[in-house]
């Protein structure tokens, strides 16, 4: 895969989550894989109504599919919620 523009990619997720608060004082890339995180582990939702990560997986990858960016875009948005969910999974069979 090609290097990968943070700051691009960072742009692009805000168009799909336009009302997600995002910390300014980190760089893109760590900005962009925490923000993804958050939306796996479902934790801008009330904990009693919470969604598996791997529910929220599907609905986020849905969304970007759906969405009008850029298939190339789409595809690397794509790579980070496939790395980042392949690391929640590891992290849940290590508990």
């Known amino acids: 895969m090609d290097e990968i523009n ?3 990619l960072l742009r692009e997720y805000r168009k799909l989550w336009n009302n997600r608060q995002l910390s ?3 760089n ?3 900005n962009l894989k925490e923000a993804i995180l958050r939306e796996l582990r479902d934790e801008n939702t009330h904990p ?3 969604k598996t990560f791997y529910e929220k997986y599907y609905l986020g990858t849905k969304r970007i599919i759906e ?6 875009d789409k595809i690397k948005l794509l790579h980070q919620y496939k790395e980042l969910m392949i690391s929640l999974e590891k992290e849940n069979e290590s508990r």
């Open 67 to 72: 969405s009008t960016l850029e298939n190339e």
């Open 6 to 8: 943070f700051t691009f």
């Open 28 to 30: 893109a890339e760590v």
């Open 48 to 50: 009693r109504v919470r």
């Open 24 to 26: 300014s004082n980190l």
